[in-house]
């Protein structure tokens, strides 16, 4: 069975550091572009990073300069390090792996992906 089992996340004051960490099981991650999105409530899931097999980085503007999401197929694991963090970062986290056709792609839409971690919430505090 697929799964995306996440780690990490927590409360933290504002300008406070997390990690966030998604390991695949049954899955290669070498296989598939990587994304996380966050949804707090009352709002829609949006995608706030993605990776692509090469290493190619797309950031949302809401968390560019301060997150950095990265992969490391060796341990079939997708993180995000979270940096300054704003009590309007608070939301439920979820990794999430698109299968690619272009080493380079990676995608900013939801519909693109197959496979979602379980979530992870993320609470700042200001």
């Known amino acids: 069975q697929v799964q995306l089992r996440q780690s990490g996340g927590g409360s933290v004051q504002a300008g406070g550091r997390l990690r966030l960490s998604c390991t695949a099981s049954?899955?290669?991650?070498?296989?598939?572009?990587l994304g996380w999105f966050r949804q707090a409530p009352g709002s829609e899931r949006e995608n706030i990073a993605c990776i692509s097999w090469s290493g190619k980085t797309v950031y949302s503007d809401s968390v560019k300069g301060r997150f950095e999401i990265s992969r490391d197929d060796d341990k079939n694991t997708l993180y995000l390090r979270m940096g300054t963090l704003k009590p309007e970062d608070t939301a439920m986290y979820y990794c999430?792996?698109?299968?690619?056709?272009?080493?380079?792609?990676?995608?900013?839409?939801?519909?693109?992906?197959?496979?979602w971690g379980q979530g992870t919430q993320v609470t700042v505090a200001g």
């Open positions: 049954a899955l290669t991650l070498d296989d598939y572009a």
């Open positions: 999430a792996a698109a299968p690619w056709s272009d080493k380079t792609w990676c995608s900013r839409d939801a519909g693109n992906y197959r496979f």
